[in-house]
């Protein structure tokens, strides 16, 4: 079975600082990854999403990730954070683009003006 | 984007009493719709998935009597969750596939309910 492992519980980086929050997944083929955002009292938005092709991928908001197959790692990064980013982060992986997604623990990230 | 909405927001209910949530996709038909339940500070654990005119699927550990899943038409799916009891206040959140767009789920802003 397909698992998802943010190493980081809580981040806390200044503004304009550059964010990394780390995921690494368990699974024997090629999974179809994902990095989530839940800001509070709002709905999980999607940032960006990866299946095939370019292993760097780009997403909403300024944020990108990077599939790498050989550390089983879906990174994702900012270059420079805003306060608006301070919410919770959470990576997932599917098996098949129709299949269920499984969710890592989460990440909460803290923006320090 | 598509558009997934939740009933209620929020619930408080005495322990004991059967509580519905409902799951709606505004702006499009969604075969699969999906529940989760989340914890405090936590991640979000599958607990069913919902294919329309068809049984739930639960997972491992879910209760299927305990929480009902009804999905009745492609826009609709509802979650009851029967004689109710402290443990399971819990924030319940829904998503749903659009078939039009794939790789994608789409979620709505969750329910939270908390049983006295």
């Known amino acids: 079975a397909q698992s998802v492992t943010q190493p980081d519980i809580h981040i806390t980086v200044s503004e304009g600082a550059s964010l990394e929050l780390r995921c690494n997944y368990s699974?024997?083929?090629?999974?179809?990854l994902f990095w989530y955002v839940q800001s509070p009292g709002q709905g999980l938005q999607l940032l960006l999403k990866y299946f095939s092709g370019d292993t760097l991928v780009q997403g909403i908001k300024g944020f990108e990730a990077e599939f790498k197959r050989s550390q089983s790692s879906f990174n994702l990064r900012k270059p420079s954070v805003h306060w608006s980013d301070a919410a919770e982060y959470f990576c997932a992986v599917g098996k098949t683009s129709y299949d269920k997604v499984i969710f890592g623990p989460g990440t909460s990230l803290s923006v320090i003006p | 984007g598509a558009v997934v909405s939740q009933h209620p927001s929020r619930v408080i209910c005495k322990s004991g009493t059967s509580v519905k949530i409902e799951c709606r996709s505004l702006?499009?038909?969604?075969?699969?719709m999906f529940w989760y339940r989340q914890f405090p500070k936590q991640s979000l654990m599958l607990m069913a998935t919902?294919?329309?005119?068809?049984?739930?699927?639960?997972e491992q550990g879910v209760e299927k009597d305990k929480f009902l899943i009804n999905h009745a038409s492609l826009t609709l799916s509802t979650l009851t969750v029967t004689s109710a009891h402290p443990e399971d206040s819990s924030f319940y959140i829904c998503s749903a596939r659009d078939p039009a767009v794939r790789y994608e789920q789409f979620f709505g802003p969750g329910t939270r309910l908390t049983v006295l």
């Open positions: 702006d499009f038909q969604a075969t699969t």
């Open positions: 919902s294919n329309e005119g068809s049984k739930a699927t639960y």
């Open positions: 699974y024997g083929a090629t999974p179809y």
